[in-house]
Structure formats: C-alpha cells, structure tokens
C-alpha cells in the first residue's frame, strides 16, 4: 500500500524490451537507503517489484498488461518518473490509501496559473469520471491529490509550488499521458451495492440496495 506522497524523482537508465513485456533500469538515491530486491515500488503510480537493486538505482519488471493499461508504455531513456516505496507500518498516513494498481489513464487538457498555484485539467474516460468527486481524493501519476473540479468529460486539480517542485506534473505538456488511480473506497462500495455497474446485488431478495448489517455480514466484512 501507497499514500500518493512521492518520495523521489527517479530517471529512466534504460528500458529493455521484450516480446510484449519491458524491464526498466531506474536511477534513483533516496530511496535506495532500505529498498531490497522484491520490495514495491510505485513508478509514476504503478505498483512494481524491484529485481535487483544498487546504490543508485533499481530494475523493475513490466508486464504486457500493464503497458497496455498504464502510461509506462510510453517511457523512454532519459523520462523522469515520480517514485514511491510502499507505506511503512509506523508511517504517517500524509496522502490517501494508493493500491498502485490504476484504473486507466487520463490526458491533460490544459495548465493555467492562479497566483502561486497551477490549475491542471485532465479528460478522462466516463467510467473512472463516475468514482471522482469534488473535494475527494485522485492518485495522478502516484501523486495524492484533491479533485477541485469534476464534470462528465474532465477533472481539475490545483496544484501548489512544493508539489510542483517534487513531482514531474507539471513537467509533463498538453496532450501527455497520465496514470490514474481512483480512491478505491467508492470503488468498494459500487462492488457491494451493484450501484450503475450492470452487476447484479449478491442476493437481490434481501436487498434493498441500502448498506445495512446485514448486508456487510453477509459479504464477509464483519
């Protein structure tokens, strides 16, 4: 588990291809401090295990699905990508709880400054647009931030200077491509109620579509 607060700027060393996979040579230095063969690793928000590991850097594994469904696809030599190790269990939770498996990808539409932020609009598909709201939480390149703004094409985040000055976001242009992670609560409950999914409640006999006792007994949450 992630909490969407990157810890590094790392930079793509080299990316070695396969039939349809990918290995990614990263350099990195703050991190590697604790980081050990096997350990996660989020990678601009996709969650990947290092196999091997150096002073100054790591490898990672990339499997065809998840070039098909991320952005890494579209790294190359010389890319910067924001990084993350997984949450220490005496950690300070500082962001939202980050899975680091992402639902999709969104495209930026626009930057505009406001005084010391900067406004970052992105279109994204209708079904990851369902689970944002205003003033929740969004996982954009592995970063945890506040949805400001939602409609049924876009959302909008606000930017401040020291995010900006930590992440690549807005390092990146219009019309690049980003990792998006919804906050998987919503996703949860959509699961349970069957709530505009096509999927049918467990037992449609003994539920209302309201979360009940019974109904959380029944799924194996209590």
Excluded: Q
């Excluded at 196999?51 to 790591?58: K, M, N, R, Y």
């Excluded at 939202?96 to 932020?117: C, L, M, P, Q, Y």
């Amino acid at each position: 588990m992630f909490t969407g607060l990157i810890e590094e700027i790392g930079c793509v060393r080299k990316i070695t291809h396969g039939a349809a996979s990918a290995v990614l040579h990263i350099k990195a230095y703050k991190i590697m401090d604790d980081v050990k063969v096997g350990d996660s690793i989020a990678v601009n928000g996709v969650c990947l295990t290092a196999t091997s590991v150096t002073s100054d850097g790591f490898t990672a594994d990339v499997m065809a699905e998840t070039l098909r469904r991320s952005s890494l696809g579209k790294l190359s030599p010389g890319s910067y990508v924001n990084l993350e190790r997984a949450m220490a269990a005496n950690g300070r939770f500082g962001g939202h709880i980050v899975s680091g498996h992402i639902d999709g990808t969104g495209t930026i539409r626009s930057f505009e400054k406001e005084d010391n932020a900067i406004w970052v609009t992105i279109e994204a598909d209708k079904n990851i647009l369902r689970f944002i709201v205003e003033k929740g939480s969004i996982t954009i390149d592995g970063i945890s931030l506040t949805v400001a703004y939602v409609d049924n094409e876009c959302f909008k985040v606000s930017i401040i200077p020291h995010t900006s000055s930590e992440t690549t976001l807005t390092d990146k242009k219009v019309k690049d491509i980003v990792n998006l992670e919804n906050d998987i609560v919503g996703k949860y409950v959509e699961k349970l109620l069957g709530i505009d999914s096509g999927v049918k409640k467990v037992d449609d006999k003994k539920s209302s579509g309201t979360l009940n006792m019974d109904i959380l007994t029944r799924n194996g949450f209590l």
